[in-house]
Structures are given as C-alpha cells and as structure tokens.
C-alpha cells in the first residue's frame, strides 16, 4: 500500500518521500490509519518491520506546532533503541519542526535536564531515566496525547513492568496508547487491559515475522570447534557486513578479541562499555569502517544497519524470540540474507523450539575445510588487490617495483605479496573460556533429537527469575545487564582438544 493512501498531511509525505521510503509495511499500512482515527493499538511485530513508522508518522502529523509542552512519550527497553527512535523521529518530523529529546541510563543527567528546558513535544526514553526525571520534577506529563511502548516483551524480560506502570499513572487519564511486542505474554496482556481502552490487535503473520529473504542455516559443532568453525565460514562466505551473536558480555569480549587477532576488522558492544564507546563503535559498523560486529542481544536491540549480510548466532539464544529479533537485522528492504545458528549436542532442543516458532526447518551446514577456507581467503586477497590496481596512485612505487623484478620472479613476488595481505584463519591459535551450557531438557525424541517439540520454551522458570534478577540492578540504566552469567570454574574447559599447542593465542578473561 502507498502511503498517500493511509491519510497523511503533505508536509508528512515529503518526509516519507525524502526518507526514501516507498510502499507502507504491513505494520504500517494496518496501524497508521487506526492511530490517525485516535484508537489504542497493541501491534505484534518484531523490531526491524518498520514500526518506528507506524507510530511516528502519525504522532507528527497530530502534534500541536503552538503548544509548549511534551505531547507523546516514548518507552523503548535500551539505549541503542531510544537514540535511534529519537534520530528516525526527528528525520521524520523535520518538515514540521518537531522537537524531539532522548533520556537514557548511564549519561550525564545534568546535561539532559538543561535540554528538557527546552520543552520537546516528543520525549523518547529508557524506563529508568524516565522515571527519574518524573520524580525530580524535570519532567511533566500532564498534556501528553500519545504514549508508545516499543518492544514491550523486551522490557518485560529485563524488569521493567513497574517501572512503566509507575511512568502511566503520570500520564492523564485521556491518551492513546500503543503498545508493539514481538510476542505477547499475560504481563503485557495485562499492561494492555489495565492502561488501554479497547485496544486494536494488529497482528504480522509468523511468515511475515520470519523474513521469507532470510536463508537460514545451522552447523553443529562442540563447543571448542566454534570459533574456528566460525572463522572458515566468514572466509568462505565473505560477508559485506556481520553481526556475530554472543550470549553473555564476556564471550562478546573474548570473540571479538580473537577475530582481530586473526586480523579481521571486528568490535563488540555490550553493556558494560562506556556509551561514547558503544556509539563510536556503532557509528563505524553504520558507515562501513568495520566488517564485522559482535554483539550481545540486549546492546543490539533495534539496531537498524543497511547492508548486513550474515548474521552468525555464536551461542543459540535460550529464548526463541531473541533469534527472530537476531536474523531480523540481515534480509532488510527487500534484499537478501544469510543466518548460521551454531549448536552443540545437547542444544538441539533449542534449534527444534526455534524452528517451531518460525515454522522454518533452519539447513544444516557442512562445515568448510581448512582448504576451502584458504581459497577464500585467496579470494578476498586478489579482490582487494584489484580493488588496491583499480584505485591507482602506484606510481611512486614503480622503480622499487622494478628492481624488485629484476631480483626475482614475478609469480615469486606476487606469492609474496598474497601470503602478507591474505588472513590465515588457522595461523593464531585462539582459546575461548567456555561457557556454561543451557539447561537441558529432554523431550519425548531426547535432547539431540532435531523432532523434539515438547522443549520447554526459554529454559525452566528458575533460571528466568536469575535472568530477571540480574536485571533488575540495572534498571535504572537503561537496561544495560546483558545476562552475564560467567559459569563456573569447571565449566571451563580447554577449547583445543591438540594439547600442547606452542604460541598459543590465549584469550583471559578481564
């Protein structure tokens, strides 16, 4: 559908226009004209489905441009998500001069209070920070219209319920809300019944939800095998841009140690680096300045980059949900992409719970040889040579060039030449600290059996209290806990099984 079909102002579609969007997503198209009517809409649909839109291009176009006061709220679960709504907004509403803040856990308050001076009509924020400055008096709510609840399982998962419940009962009694989720468990239904008046369900079609333009594949692999594993498939496949998927910050830490030991041009994000260096790192991946990006669910929320290429799921996530927000960052505006979810033995279970809630059966991958991968390393070596001929300026190199000739022979120099600039993925040897495994269920086909649908979604009840009590000291933060849970000292055992290795590149733990 057009978007001069869903009944927004010109001054809105010279945005969209500008933008460079063209034809509304289905969230879009079903949501923006019940949001422009004033109803309540609850939309199921995972982040990267253009619902940033949905309830933004309406809640531009009802703004009041004389009123000086905050009139929509927006609740995103992390930092990244909040930054990037606020941006996304202000690109929107640009041709209508709205003004739209950003307050998030773990950067300077002062510095945010002095800008909400300024009265902004759009307030985005992390639900900690949000509720600070409403119990400083920094902020009021009292003429807000609109309020959004952005990836509302997200929050729930990371302790927030209270916290939104208590920013709510700030806002007047007369407002629309919005809430968007990519699932709906009985703790959302519940903020739905108790602050919404008879909500609209917008619901996307799992098939829409799974990303038809995703080839998605898995490798089974031991533990120990995984990163060098890894490390061949991105040689072979060469992506444009990578996310690679670790499930806690220290394995975040130690992948991304261990691929730029072997020279490749990767940096991790998680909640334990400063915010000026989680966006740096972001703002490089975004521009092209890194190839590969390693990440933890929580830092890579609603992160929204053109041109991903692959995603590499390290560790398979415990929830099922966290995969489809996981692949959602490749297949985007119509291109393609490609997932490798790597799974131990006894994780199978978890790849048959995954498959049920996407209603895809995932490929299993061959694993390339150490051959395969090197002749994709010569590829990737005589691509850039090319691309080193094609940009010239090699001029000044000619007479060393020469002399050099007259030494040796050319295939000689060339070999040379490839052996400096080719990665050799099995050169430095790489040591990752294991991690303690997800607890095992056994269905009615075992825990290795690919059929076993009876898994019991997201791991048992006592180890998602951990994961919510983890969080919860974080909440005030903007949700920077990333489920670290370090395991045990037995637990870690040696990833080379060869023994004895000399030079061995060794990854400690800070």
Known sequence: MKFDQLGLSEPILKAIKRAGFEEATPIQSETIPLVLEGKDVIGQAQTGTGKTAAFGLPMLQKLDKNARS???????????????????????????????????????????????KQVPAILVGTPGRLLDHIKRGTVKLNEVHTVVLDEADEMLDMGFVEDIESILKNVPNEHQTLLFSATMPKPIQRIGEKFMQDPVVVKIKTKELTADLIDQYFVRAKEFEK??????????????????????KRRVDEVTRGLQARGYNAEGIHGDLSQQKRMSVLKQFKAGKLDILVATDVAARG????????????????????YVHRIGRTGRAGNSGMSVTFVTPNEMGYLSTIESLTNKKMTPLRPPSDSEAFKGQLTAATTQIDKMITDGELDKYNDAAE??????????????FLKEIAKDS????????????????RGNGGGGNRGNRNFKRGGDRNDRRRRQ??????????????????????????????????????????
């Open 426 to 441: 099995s050169s430095v040897p790489v040591k990752l600290t294991s991690e303690r495994p997800l607890p095992f269920r």
């Open 469 to 510: 009590s983890n969080t919860q000291n974080d909440r005030r933060n903007g949700g920077r806990n990333d489920n670290n849970s370090r395991g045990n000292s037995s637990d870690r055992r040696r990833s080379d099984n060869k023994g004895g290795a000399r030079h061995e590149f060794v990854i400690k733990k800070k």
């Open 227 to 248: 990163f060098d594993v890894m490390t061949r498939l991105i040689d072979v496949q060469d992506p444009d841009l990578a996310i690679v998927f670790g499930r806690t």
């Open 303 to 322: 992160l929204d980059v053109s041109g991903v290429s692959h995603v590499y799921n390290f560790d398979i996530p415990q929830d099922p949900e966290s």
């Open 70 to 116: 905050v009139q929509a709220l927006v609740i995103s679960p992390t930092r990244e998500l909040a930054i990037q709504t606020q941006e996304e907004l202000f690109r929107l509403g640009r041709d209508e001069k709205a003004k739209v803040q950003v307050v998030y856990g773990g950067a300077d308050i002062s510095r945010q209070i002095r800008a909400l």
């Open 403 to 416: 002399k050099l000739l007259e030494q040796y022979e050319a295939v000689d120099l060339v070999s040379a």
